[in-house]
């Protein structure tokens, strides 16, 4: 099964000087690097270097205002009062301030994540990947979350041009409120968020149980709201349930697969308590489905701990997990310490999770995927 790998020293660079993640996009690639796994020949991976994306595929799903605004700006830039109110309208203060060469950040982001649907769409790939994605919070005209631009609905707009149903699975700690919002009234893309859900002390405080869509695209939604502290043997039984009774339903013939590290154990989030081992468990059972599979980053805010998840991930892709567990000898050795190992374990966070509450998830997911 042929896998490729999205990456170029100025994407990596450019998402290294990204605020809230500094320097995690090296931390990733560096370890999947020590591991082997981009060997051609042993992992059967290919390294596709991307290309930035044209401002008009960004106006496929953003405003073009938005858009230009974008790519005009930058780093004190402006300082007059009229910049300021655009900033505020755009979402462009708080968790997205304006960045130094922000228009290029964006314009190869969104390349990045087209390349990767581009490759599945050409049948170069039967995997993609592209590790500095997934931001899935921004919505149209507003940037929100950490989120510039949404690298995950231009992905799945591309695959739509190929593939007529489309998967899209969200892992991360925070509900994908800017994908379900872009599909919400459509049945050409499903929409899955496992997320924690706490109104009013959890961001973004979106992903009720009773939101399954609209128009068209009723029950084609579908949240999975955590309460705080899931354990991994729960999550792998949940998540694998409910993603198999969803390809059931809805039949995809590609999946995107957000896997956001920020649910991780020791993540200062603090939202769930799961493993990589985890994570490595419900992308395999994607995997078994056996149709083009586009996986993207997200958040995940312990950069060692991020590093470990989506390694152990790209591993499992080409089927040379489990890895060893020592940490490989590279650049970056010393920020994996005592330990120097692969491992998370769970901390000792209080689950707040019944058994009767998941229950009551999963019978609630089969109800709905029973009127597909």
């Known amino acids: 099964m042929s896998v490729a790998y999205i990456h170029s020293p100025r994407l990596q660079q450019l998402s290294d000087s990204f605020t809230r993640c500094q320097q995690r996009a090296s931390r990733v690639h560096e370890l999947i690097v020590?591991?082997?796994?981009?060997?051609?020949?042993?992992?059967?991976?290919?390294?596709?270097?991307?290309?930035?994306a044209q401002s008009e595929r960004l106006?496929?799903?953003?405003?073009?205002?938005f858009v230009d605004f974008l790519l005009q700006c930058s780093d004190g830039s402006r300082e007059d009062d009229e910049f300021q109110k655009s900033c505020e309208v755009y979402g462009l203060e708080f968790e997205c301030p304006v960045l130094d060469?922000?228009?290029?950040?964006?314009?190869?982001?969104?390349?990045?994540?087209?390349?990767?649907?581009?490759?599945?769409?050409?049948g170069a790939a039967k995997i993609a990947v592209n590790w500095f994605g997934g931001w899935h919070h921004c919505?149209?005209?507003?940037?929100?979350?950490?989120?510039?631009?949404?690298?995950?609905v231009l992905a799945i707009l591309h695959l739509l041009k190929k593939f007529d149903r489309v998967l899209y699975i969200d892992l991360d700690a925070h509900h994908g409120d800017g994908v379900?919002?872009?599909?919400?009234?459509?049945?050409?893309?499903?929409?899955?968020?496992?997320?924690?859900?706490?109104p009013g002390l959890f961001y973004p405080g979106t992903g009720e149980i009773s939101d399954t869509g609209s128009y068209k695209g009723l029950n084609y939604c579908l949240n999975v709201p955590f309460k705080e502290g899931l354990k991994s043997s729960d999550f792998i039984d949940v998540c694998t349930v409910v993603c198999e009774q969803v390809v059931r339903g809805f039949k995809p013939e590609a999946i995107v697969c957000q896997c956001g590290a920020?649910?991780?154990?020791?993540?200062?989030?603090?939202?769930?308590?799961?493993?990589?081992?985890?994570?490595?468990?419900?992308?395999?059972?994607?995997?078994s489905q056996n149709v083009p599979l586009l996986l993207l980053g997200g958040g995940g805010y312990h950069r060692s701990n991020t590093a470990r998840c989506w390694t152990s991930i790209q591993a499992a892709l080409t089927h040379k997990w489990p890895l060893s567990g020592d940490i490989p000898e590279h650049e970056y050795l010393d920020e994996y310490g005592p330990s120097y190992s692969l491992e998370v374990k769970e901390s000792k966070m209080k689950d707040l999770n019944t058994d009767d509450y998941l229950k009551s998830l999963t019978d609630h997911c089969e109800s709905i995927l029973s009127k597909l």
Do not use: W
Not at 36 to 51: F, I
Not at 139 to 152: L, P, S, V
Not at 180 to 198: E, G, I, M, W
Not at 262 to 286: C, G, R
């Open 34 to 52: 020590a591991y082997g796994l981009l060997d051609s020949e042993k992992t059967n991976t290919r390294v596709v270097a991307p290309r930035a």
């Open 59 to 65: 106006k496929s799903f953003h405003d073009a205002d």
């Open 101 to 122: 060469e922000l228009g290029e950040y964006v314009l190869l982001l969104a390349g990045a994540s087209l390349d990767a649907a581009e490759c599945l769409v050409s």
């Open 139 to 152: 919505r149209k005209d507003y940037a929100a979350g950490f989120c510039y631009i949404n690298d995950c």
């Open 180 to 198: 379900q919002d872009a599909f919400y009234c459509t049945n050409k893309v499903f929409t899955l968020s496992f997320h924690r859900y706490t």
């Open 262 to 287: 920020d649910a991780l154990s020791h993540d200062p989030v603090e939202a769930l308590n799961i493993t990589p081992d985890a994570y490595v468990k419900v992308v395999q059972k994607l995997m």
